[in-house]
């Protein structure tokens, strides 16, 4: 049987790593590496710098994946991302009958915590759908909420209350809920946060988060939503990609 251990690696500093990760890392025989998206220079350094400090064994391989590119939404955004995942189910199934040898433990490092809007899980159990046997784990990551929640000394739930963790997109769509307690949004090109009703919400956001680049601005949404978009626009042409989360919450 082909083993896989998909590892959490956080969300943008080499130091988030666990040590359950780095002993993780040093069961494998080969490292798959993921070339994909804008951030993709960032994602190569930290996985290059992790494999640097960490691996210790000298025989180790890495192997690169192109990831096929996904097409444009439009308006069956499901229906886009379930062909794009078909697409990668095959390229990894590809991938793994060609460079992992029975017997063998692979490795895909993930960004973040690969339980959080991420799709490698969902690809792994596609490809075995596929009728790949692989005996795969996990290895929970720092994720971007864990380094917005730390950078901000915040608790992300109010005293009892509930927190939901959005897209972006949602939050455009849907505005503040009703019945949440506290809002984190990730993935969100579309800057939601300016677009929603500000009245009595308070912000925390933050980019390059756990980074030596990381930002952060805080306060009443009303007061703060332009800086934000500004020091947001100026910082994503200054490095020609950005990544960044926010929690929302009503004032008290
Ligand atoms: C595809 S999701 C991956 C999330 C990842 N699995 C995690 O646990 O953080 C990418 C989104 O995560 C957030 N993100 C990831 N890393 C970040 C960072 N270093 N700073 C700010 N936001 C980050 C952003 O909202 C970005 O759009």
Redesign the pocket.
């Known amino acids: 049987m082909r083993r896989l251990r998909i590892i959490?690696i956080g969300?943008?500093?080499p130091d988030h790593l666990t040590l359950q990760a780095v002993a993780a890392l040093n069961t494998l025989d080969v490292v798959f590496l993921p070339d994909k998206?804008s951030?993709k220079g960032a994602l190569r350094a930290l996985r290059e710098e992790i494999c640097r400090r960490h691996v210790t064994r000298p025989d180790i391989r890495m192997v690169p994946l192109a990831v096929p590119k996904r097409a444009e939404a439009g308006n069956d955004y499901r229906g886009a991302v379930d062909d794009w995942h078909a697409a990668l189910a095959e390229a990894y199934e590809r991938l793994f009958r060609d460079h992992l040898a029975e017997g063998e433990t692979g490795g895909l490092l993930?960004?973040?915590?690969?339980?959080?809007?991420?799709?490698t899980l969902r690809i792994v159990e596609a490809v075995c759908a596929r009728g790949l046997a692989l005996d795969y784990d996990v290895i929970p990551?720092?994720?971007?909420?864990?380094?917005?929640a730390a950078s901000h000394r915040l608790v992300l739930n109010g005293i009892g209350e509930s927190v939901l963790v959005t897209t972006?997109r949602r939050l455009a769509q849907e505005g503040f809920p009703q019945n949440a307690g506290s809002v984190v949004?990730?993935?969100?090109?579309e800057q939601a946060f300016a677009a929603i009703d500000p009245a009595g919400l308070e912000i925390w956001w933050?980019?390059?988060?756990?980074?030596e680049t990381?930002i952060l601005a805080s306060g009443p949404l009303a007061e703060v939503s332009e800086e934000i978009r500004r020091r947001r626009a100026e910082a994503r042409a200054a490095h020609g990609w950005?990544?960044?989360?926010y929690l929302l919450r009503r004032s008290r």
Do not use: F, H, K
């Open positions: 959490g969300a943008g500093n998206g951030e993930v960004w973040g915590d690969p339980a959080l809007y991420d799709s990551g720092i994720s971007s909420v864990q380094a917005l972006g949004a990730m993935l969100d090109g933050g980019a390059y988060l756990g980074a990381e950005i990544m960044d989360t």
